[in-house]
Nanobody, 122 residues
Framework: QLQASGGGLVQAGGSLRLSCAASGRTSSSSAMGWFRQAPGKEREFVATITWRGGMTYYADSVRGRFTISSDNAKNTVYLAMNSLNPEDTAVYFC?????????????????WGQGTQVTVSS
């Protein structure tokens, strides 16, 4: 089970930090990822991190502004989002990859959380 939280409404230029708590089978996954889906658009990859070693990878659109991190003791992954702009408005989903680390496509993930809304006003 994946429980995402931390979304909300923020002004452009502001920051938010999302959290995703993993439990059950998802806590033994190889990697975690964040995706987002804006209204009328397909879900897109944002960032991923491996539980072991903390290797990270980001989409070009967020690199340098977003930081993914993990607290292995808490089985929790975070997404710190800075310099937010209206184009970042979306529902953000966390996902767990059982076997494939560093995947950027949805097919690389086996479990999905319910999503948390992030709205950035101009």
């Amino acid at each position: 089970q994946l429980q995402a939280s931390g979304g909300g409404l923020v002004q452009a230029g502001g920051s938010l930090r999302l959290s995703c708590a993993a439990s059950g089978r998802t806590s033994s996954s190889s990697a975690m990822g964040w995706f987002r889906q804006a209204p009328g658009k397909e879900r897109e990859f944002v960032a991923t991190i491996t539980w072991r070693g903390g290797m990270t990878y980001y989409a070009d659109s967020v690199r340098g502004r977003f930081t993914i991190s993990s607290d292995n003791a808490k089985n929790t992954v975070y997404l710190a989002m800075n310099s937010l702009n209206p184009e970042d408005t979306a529902v953000y989903f966390c996902a767990a990859a059982a076997r494939v680390p560093m995947a950027t496509g949805e097919s690389g993930y086996d479990y999905w959380g319910q999503g948390t809304q992030v709205t950035v006003s101009s």
